[in-house]
Structures are given as structure tokens and as C-alpha cells.
């Protein structure tokens, strides 16, 4: 007799661990999916739909009693579980024990007075760029970015 394998279990197991590790290799240089980790939650919503066929699949009424089926739907939809945790524990509960940048300038805040290099090596103070025309014009105001790059 040829054993079938039960596609939809093991498809769900490892679309789960995909989902799992797809967040902290693929989606987290996304800035859109690094913040609420949609895609990933529709991954672990469609290992669920698969698990749940397979679970199904294993336990449907023409199977005898004792089988090896019923045994790894268990194992493998515990496993998921274990990875769904995991990801739901590092990602929504371990990220927000992150210290908080108290000292960190805040939106619309006054930057402190600084001066810096520019490409050049010249140095540029804040007030500077405040107060030097540009183009004959005076600045209305000064953007200051963060960049965490280097070059």
C-alpha cells in the first residue's frame, strides 16, 4: 500500500517557520513592514488554513484508529504553535521591553546648538544655517536628519 503524505500538514509547519524567519531576515528592512508585521501574520493565517486541512486530513473518519498520521498532525501543529509563540512573543512582547531614548530629541523640539563638518571639513554651526541667506533669501528653518549610514 502506498502511504500518502499528508501535504497540507507539512506545508503548514513549514510555512509557519517561513513566516517566523522571513520577518527577521526579509521584512524588517521594510520600513513599512517592520513596524506592524502584516505580511508575516498573513503567512502564519495561511499555515493555520493548511494546518487545519491537514489536521482534518489526518483525522478523517476512513483512517483506522492508531495512526502515524494522527500522531505527527500533533507534533507538527504543536511545533506551529510553539513558532507562532515565539514570534508573537519577540516581536509584539520582547520589543517593547526597549529602554526608552528619553535624551533623544522629539518631534518639533528645539535642536541644541551644534557645529559639525561639512563636506568640505569647514565647520557649520546650527545658527549658521538659522541665519545665513541662501539665494539672497533667509532660511525659514533648518531640516535635521539622523542618518545612521556612513560615508
Known amino acids: 500500500m502506498l502511504r500518502r ?5 507539512w506545508s503548514g509547519l513549514i510555512l509557519s517557520v517561513v513566516a517566523f524567519v522571513s520577518y527577521f531576515t526579509v521584512f524588517v ?6 513596524n ?11 499555515a493555520g488554513v493548511a494546518l487545519i486541512v491537514g489536521v482534518r486530513r489526518a483525522f478523517a473518519p476512513d483512517r ?16 506551529s504553535f510553539i513558532v507562532v509563540g515565539m514570534f508573537v512573543f ?4 520582547m520589543a517593547r521591553w526597549l529602554p526608552p531614548s528619553k535624551g533623544a530629541p522629539q518631534v518639533g523640539q528645539k535642536a541644541p546648538e551644534f557645529a559639525l563638518s561639512d563636506t ?4 557649520v554651526s546650527l545658527t549658521e544655517l538659522r541665519t545665513a541667506p541662501i539665494n539672497g533669501k533667509a532660511p525659514k528653518g ?4 539622523f542618518y545612521r549610514g556612513y560615508w
Open 5 to 9: 503524505i499528508n501535504w497540507p500538514l
Open 29 to 34: 528592512q521594510i520600513p513599512a513592514m517592520r
Open 36 to 46: 506592524f508585521p502584516w505580511a508575516n501574520l498573513i503567512l502564519f493565517g495561511l
Open 64 to 79: 483506522p484508529k492508531p495512526t502515524r498520521a494522527k500522531l505527527a498532525a500533533g507534533v507538527a501543529v504543536f511545533l
Open 90 to 93: 519577540t516581536v509584539f512582547i
Open 120 to 123: 568640505t571639513g569647514k565647520p
Open 142 to 145: 533648518v531640516l535635521l536628519v
